[in-house]
């Protein structure tokens, strides 16, 4: 279960539901790793919103005419706000080792409902060996109260 902010610790479950976290998503909060497809980057940005994992958050979604301090204070109090209660993977297109874009689609709970959305994916640059970044939502549906 998701406690908050900084709560999880490498033993715990990661949020995403892909294992421990401290061999799941936080080496890549901790920059120990890069992800190498588009899913791994998306679960692990589920898990930053999920632990308040700001700084991540921001690094891993580009948006350069938008002030970083006020970008911060939104995701710190949608962290706060929001409960995530899990994921779940429902399609991925692309995205691979040797893809340069590719789209994840999902359903993230939260308490009170569940986000549903196809994120698009692409390597920074445009380069081959480019991190992986979140550019933008193709498809949201947030049903607000379904649960
Ligand atoms: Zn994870």
């Known amino acids: ?4 902010f900084g709560a ?15 061999r799941c998503c936080g080496p890549l909060h901790r920059g120990e790793q890069r992800a190498l497809t588009a899913e791994q980057l998306m679960r692990s940005r589920y898990s930053a919103f999920a632990r308040g994992e700001v700084d991540y958050l921001i690094a891993t979604h580009p948006e350069p005419h938008r002030l970083a301090s006020q970008r911060r204070r939104e995701l710190q109090r949608s962290c706060r ?3 995530w209660q899990g994921l779940s993977i429902t ?8 893809d340069l874009d590719g789209t994840v689609q999902f359903e993230a ?3 009170g409902g569940v986000l549903r959305e196809t994120s698009l ?15 933008r939502a193709v498809d949201l549906v947030d049903d607000e109260g379904t649960i």
């Open 1 to 4: 279960m998701p406690k908050g």
């Open 8 to 22: 999880t610790a490498d033993q715990d479950p990661c949020p995403c539901g892909g294992g421990l976290y401290g």
């Open 81 to 83: 706000q929001t409960r």
């Open 91 to 98: 399609a991925v297109s692309g995205g691979g080792g040797g």
């Open 109 to 111: 709970r939260y308490k």
């Open 121 to 135: 994916f692409q390597r920074r640059d445009g380069q081959p060996e480019g991190d992986w970044l979140y550019i």
